[in-house]
């Protein structure tokens, strides 16, 4: 599903602009601050509705602007060709369009553009919270189950009133909370499993191809002692949780575990090495998606070189070239790029300053 045409204009330093790009490689290259990473950020504002490098969209809003507008047309397989329009004013207000129809909800949007960033605060992916893993999971499950999205709601708003009633110290309406909630969960800790357990060969195998030396083990909690039934947890947790006021056990808490002998992989790996494994659970899950739907992921590369050798850089172009993804790769210079790796198709791109220009090669 690449993107042929970017707009952009507002957004950091980047001068407005137009974009014509390749269904293939896109190479990215310009001096430090010239706004590599903010065309990136521009993808992702539309595709995530939110940047990965701020949570507060007035640092992405140029100083000079009012509003940000990012415009989209993408060759989607299943939609055809069609238009994602984002405006987002100074005052907060925004507007979603797929062609010339309101979006409602971001959900809509992402579900049509499923975009992967690797970038060098990649490595939060193993040492950061377990949210973070757990939104990791996630995405692979949102775009290859359908419902998904509705499932996780109703958990929300399970664990929600189950908090409420603990909060109030309600004690005699819990068991009638209790059975909504364990429902819901278990359907949404099924999907996770199911999701996980052909995730896990997929990831072998990228992994090998991006360092065999590299042996990382992937283990799924629940959220709750695996060998115990969820309904059993929360009869013996429910004291304490009616003293915390809030659901200690669920799907809420679950937490995908990376491990080099049973040690946490973020202990125990180089930067570079994780962020290798960090690659290798995004591209695999891009991998999947792919085999799963038939649709394909777009891969946002920023400072390809930051962490990574000359051979491992290589071994990550490839398998994007192999996965036949759209790819955006940026780098302070050409020649850590294309010294390593002529791929067949690509578009060569170069930002001064906040403009950007097509090389021509
Ligand atoms: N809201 C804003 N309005 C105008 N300019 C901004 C705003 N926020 C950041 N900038 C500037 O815009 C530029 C954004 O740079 P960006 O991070 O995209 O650069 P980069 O090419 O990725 O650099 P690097 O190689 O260092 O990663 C920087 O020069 C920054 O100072
Ligand atoms: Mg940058």
Not at 48 to 74: P, W, Y
Not at 114 to 136: A, M, W
Request: with cysteine; proline share 3%.
């Amino acid at each position: 599903m690449p993107i042929r045409h970017l707009s952009i204009s507002g957004v950091r330093n980047l001068q407005p602009l137009e974009l014509s790009l390749h269904s293939g490689v896109n190479f990215i290259y310009g001096a430090n601050g010239s706004g590599k990473t903010s065309i990136l950020e521009a993808i992702v504002l539309i595709a995530a509705g939110k940047s990965f490098r701020t949570s507060q969209l007035k640092h992405v809003l140029n100083h000079d602007a009012d509003r940000i507008e990012i415009r989209m047309t993408v060759e989607d397989e299943e939609l055809g060709e069609c238009t994602f329009d984002s405006l987002r004013l100074k005052s907060g207000d925004q507007l979603l369009k797929l062609n010339d129809s309101v979006l409602t909800s971001q959900a809509e949007a992402s579900h049509w553009l499923p975009v992967q960033i690797i970038d060098p605060t990649t490595f939060k992916l193993l040492s950061g919270s377990p949210e973070e893993r757990r939104q990791f999971i996630d995405w692979g499950v949102f775009h290859v189950e359908q419902n998904f999205m509705d499932q996780w709601r109703t958990f929300r708003k399970q664990l929600k009133q189950r908090n409420a009633v603990l909060k109030q110290k309600e004690e005699e309406w819990l068991p009638v909370w209790n059975k909504g909630f364990v429902e819901s969960a278990q359907v949404i800790d099924e999907q996770r499993r199911a999701y996980l357990k052909r995730f896990k060969p997929e990831f072998e195998r990228i992994l090998k191809a991006l360092d065999p030396d590299v042996d990382v083990t992937l283990a799924y909690y629940p959220g709750w002692d695996k060998d115990s039934e969820l309904s059993d947890v929360l009869a013996k947790q429910q004291e304490r949780d009616m003293v915390l006021g809030y659901t200690q056990a669920g799907p809420h808490r679950a937490e995908l575990r990376i491990k080099v002998d049973k040690q946490p992989a973020a202990e125990i790996l180089s930067r570079g090495q994780q962020k290798t494994v960090v690659a290798a659970l995004k591209i695999a899950q891009g991998a999947m998606f792919q085999q799963e739907t038939g649709r394909r992921t777009i891969y946002l590369v920023d400072d390809l070189a930051s962490e990574l050798d000359e051979k491992h850089r290589f071994a990550l172009c490839k398998l994007l070239e192999d996965l036949k993804c759209q790819v955006f790769i940026t780098s302070i210079d050409k020649e850590k790029l294309t010294d390593i790796w002529q791929p067949v198709a690509s578009k060569v791109f170069h930002v001064e300053q906040g403009q950007v220009s097509e090389d021509s090669r």
